[in-house]
């Protein structure tokens, strides 16, 4: 693994269904962060975590659930999927949450919600 | 609430320079960076600003003044493989990033 590595590459889901998106980074990052992105929106954080044990509410957590239990993994799961929930899926890393510190993104995960 | 403003779209000639302009509305600031994002991949860091003036990396510089809110990223002798849309983002006080809709630059041979 290089970098960070996220899956599935796509999905499509009934709506109602649950669905966990995974994303794994080999950097030793502290921080990982969940983004989503819209056409015509910017990326919008969804949750985030400071540390392995820890994780905070982003702009869009409503729906999203995540966890943290050890460095390298940060999975986010749609416990009930709704349309609204179509998008592109980030997952990204950083060394810290504060500084210069430049966050890494994986290649994303494109989920559609039917 | 919290703002950036970007133009949505940009047409530039190979070669030539050009100048994306970012303004923002934050509470509070911690930094502003630039990623770049070719169609259907992840974005990639560009530059960080957290003081005010130029940082200059290669081809690429970028601006920032804190006091009005103002950013640029310049991009001089322009490459086809840098058809891509730019992002702008500002770290607020809770040292969250918030998002630009982003630049979409394309560049005319």
């Known amino acids: 693994i290089a970098g960070i590595t996220q899956a599935p590459t796509s999905q499509i889901l009934a709506a109602g269904r649950r669905m966990t998106l995974r994303c794994t980074q080999d950097m030793r990052h502290n921080a990982m962060y969940w983004y989503r992105q819209d056409l015509g929106l910017g990326l919008r954080l969804i949750h985030y975590?400071?540390?392995?044990?820890?994780?905070g509410k982003g702009e869009v957590p409503d729906g999203y659930s995540v966890s943290r239990a050890n460095t390298d993994d940060f999975p986010l799961t749609l416990a009930s999927a709704v349309p609204s929930q179509t998008s592109v899926y980030f997952c990204?890393?950083?060394?810290?949450?504060?500084?210069?510190?430049?966050?890494?993104f994986g290649p994303g995960t494109r989920l559609t919600v039917l | 609430g919290q703002n950036i403003d970007q133009p949505t779209e940009m047409t530039a000639t190979e070669g030539a320079i050009v100048q994306i302009n970012c303004t923002y509305q934050?509470?509070?600031?911690?930094?502003l960076f630039w990623y770049q994002q070719h169609a259907g991949e992840a974005p990639t860091f560009l530059s960080y600003?957290?003081l005010d003036g130029l940082e200059e990396k290669g081809r690429f510089s970028s601006f920032l003044s804190r006091s009005k809110g103002y950013s640029y990223l310049l991009l001089k002798e322009l490459q086809m493989k840098d058809s891509a849309s730019y992002l702008c983002?500002?770290?607020?006080?809770?040292?969250?990033?918030?998002w630009g809709a982003g630049t979409k630059l394309i560049i005319k041979p």
């Open positions: 975590s400071n540390t392995a044990g820890t994780t």
């Open positions: 983002a500002v770290r607020d006080s809770n040292y969250q990033l918030i």
């Open positions: 600003n957290v």
């Open positions: 934050t509470s509070g600031f911690n930094g």
């Open positions: 990204a890393s950083s060394e810290a949450l504060a500084g210069g510190n430049e966050q890494f």
